[in-house]
């Protein structure tokens, strides 16, 4: 197992590992409610929830969004 699949983080390691560590602009209450909300799925050891920093990661990729965006060309064709 690769040391980045290893769940061994908290909910609070895995805020600091993407916010610090990353250095990208996650708010602790977005990683809470990814959990709340089954986005970011834990692995229960010994009664506690672990997270590994491919969780993480894998979280934040699903986060991208495609934009529909139309270019000029395209609005013509379409007529708007």
């Not at 699949?5 to 809470?32: C, F, I, M, N, S």
């Not at 699903?62 to 064709?77: D, F, Q």
Request: hydrophobic residues 30%; contains cysteine; proline residues 5%.
């Amino acid at each position: 197992m690769d040391e980045d699949e290893k769940p061994k983080l908290t909910e609070q390691e895995l805020w600091e590992y993407l916010h610090d560590e990353l250095g990208l602009p996650v708010k602790r209450r977005a990683v809470k409610y990814a959990v709340l909300n089954d986005e970011i799925t834990p692995t229960q050891i010994s009664g506690c929830n672990r997270f590994s920093k491919r969780d993480g990661v894998n979280w934040i990729r699903s986060r991208k969004r495609v934009v529909g965006y139309k270019t000029p060309e395209t609005r013509a064709a379409v007529g708007e």
